[in-house]
């Protein structure tokens, strides 16, 4: 089992800037990727980055050029750095983890971010 413990999240103003941050424990899996969905109300669960520990990385056309994935030099834990925050932002964040055969896939709590004036 692997655990995932989210951190960061909370309000901000259009235009500012937020870090999230996810520590994975447990039996990890050897080739993964990590990284950060979003569900907002009334919506379905989105990508919005991952990132893999082979150094691939994806981002959701929504948030190119404002969002940045990064993982630590030993890989269990992954940034989410967010600027030019918009309201359309506002989501629940969940990190997840995941095997790159899609055997294994885990979730973290999941954490608020909302961007309001």
């Known amino acids: 089992q692997v655990q995932l413990a989210e951190s960061g999240g909370g309000l901000v103003q259009p235009g500012g800037s937020l870090s999230l941050s996810c520590t994975a424990s447990g039996a990890i899996p050897g080739f993964n990727g990590m990284g950060w969905y979003r569900q907002a109300p009334g919506k379905e669960r989105e990508m919005v980055a991952i990132?893999?520990?082979?150094?691939?990385?994806n981002y959701a056309d929504s948030v190119k050029g404002r969002f940045t994935i990064s993982r630590e030099s030993g890989w269990n834990t992954v940034y989410l750095q967010m600027n030019s925050l918009k309201p359309d932002d506002t989501a629940v964040y969940y990190c997840?983890?995941?095997?790159?055969?899609?055997?294994?896939?885990?979730w973290g709590q999941g954490t608020q971010v909302t961007v309001s004036s």
């Open positions: 997840t983890l995941y095997t790159l055969d899609g055997s294994e896939n885990y």
């Open positions: 990132k893999t520990n082979g150094g691939w990385t």
